[in-house]
Structure formats: C-alpha cells, structure tokens
C-alpha cells in the first residue's frame, strides 16, 4: 500500500514570496491534516479535513494561509505571503475516519526556509 | 499551550544502555499515543494505550498509561543505534483533534 506523497520536499524561497505544497494521502482515506511541525517542537494541527469540507482550521493564520481538498483526495496548502516564521516543516497525514484515537499515517514532509 | 510535556528534551546513550522518557499532564486523556518520528521523515504510530494502568511492549520498548490516564512513559531495553529518533506521545483535545508534545530526542551511539 503507497504511504502518503508530498512535495516538494524541500523549498527556498525569501520572505514575501508564495509557496504552495501538496499531498496525496492514502488510497480510500477520508480524513486529512495538515501540520507545521516548527524545530524543536511537535506537529501542530493547522486544518483538518473530513472528505472535501473542513472540520478544524482554528489554528490556520488565515490571513495568509489557505488550503483546499477539491475532490476529496488530494490537498494543497499555500502561503501568501510567507514570513520568517513560517519556517518549518509540514507534515501531511490521513486516516481511514474521523476520531482522535486513530492512527495517524504522516507524509515525509515539506522542509520550508524563508530566508 | 502544551497540554503535553514530554522529558527530557534530549537523551544521548551508549548502545546497550536502557532509557526512559516522560510523556505528563495535568489533563486526564482517553487515550495516549506514542510515535517515532525519524531525520527527514514524518512520525510513525508505535502504540496506542487506552487503560489506565495498561502495559503494552513492543520488543524492547515498553510502554505505560498512568493510573490516573495523565501520565505515560516509554522505557527501552538494550538502546540500538536503530532506535535514534525523535520520540511524541500525543493525546486528543477533543473527539476528533491530537495535540503533541514536544518530542524527546534521542540519540543511541554505536
């Protein structure tokens, strides 16, 4: 069974600019996350998705954060524009349902620098 | 906020040598998971306790839910270089969300 994809896995790119990933998550699983994992500390949730609606965005800086599951499959997120602070790397992960308790299947990651 | 923190940050051992690593809270959770999370790769699921009290062991790593379900460790036997890595237990904050801890890094050296 393939593991979740994403890429790129690496990005550079200097403040201001935009950057988009994506990820792919495991064939038949309904519920998708996102996650900025910053160095030295664990993964936090910045959306969560149940097939194509949101089910969790509180921790989503909105104002240059978005991301979107279209089809219920696939996902991108973007940052326009990106700010010093914003690197760090983001992990995608699916699970077959909804639930807390679940096992949580993880991307490799995208390793974003904003210089 | 944390709801949990996890000691120490970092521990570096010999190989052969035992460890211990703290995952605690103020907050009583359902459950509790444990991951291990690899250079350049995302955290892999290594066990989920559900029973306050409960002891799970996975070859040389033993897991352990606290009574009060606040509280859980991960002890490993005989450390190998293969067990480098980033530990995590994470807990849900809700129905349906996980909150981390930070991680204890460890480091087995050859």
């Known amino acids: 069974e393939a593991g979740v994809a994403q890429s790129p896995r690496y990005k550079i790119i200097e403040k201001r600019q935009s950057v988009a990933f994506w990820c792919n998550p495991i064939s038949g699983h309904a519920t998708l996350y996102w996650y900025q994992q910053i160095l030295g500390q664990g993964p936090k949730l910045l959306i969560q998705?149940?097939?194509?609606?949101?089910?969790?965005d509180s921790q989503l800086p909105k104002d240059r954060f978005s991301a979107e599951r279209l089809k219920g499959v696939d996902s991108t997120l973007k940052i326009q524009p990106a700010k010093l602070e914003d690197s760090a790397v983001y992990l995608c992960a699916s699970s077959p349902w909804q639930g807390a308790g679940n096992e949580q299947f993880f991307g490799p990651g995208t390793r974003l620098t904003v210089l | 906020t944390q709801l949990l923190e996890q000691s120490p940050q970092f521990l570096s051992i010999q190989e052969g040598e035992n460890l211990t690593v703290y995952c605690n809270s103020s907050s009583v959770f359902s459950s509790l998971q444990w991951y291990r999370q690899e250079p350049g790769e995302g955290p892999v699921l290594l066990v989920t306790?559900?029973?306050?009290?409960e002891v799970k062991k996975l070859k040389r790593l033993t897991f352990q839910f606290g009574d009060t379900r606040k509280d859980s460790s991960l002890h490993i036997t005989a450390a190998q270089p293969g067990d480098t890595g980033l530990y995590l237990c994470a807990g849900p904050s809700n129905d349906y969300k996980l909150s981390f801890g930070a991680g204890t890094t460890v480091t087995v050296r050859a």
């Open positions: 998705f149940q097939n194509n609606g949101v089910v969790d």
């Open positions: 306790v559900v029973t306050g009290g």
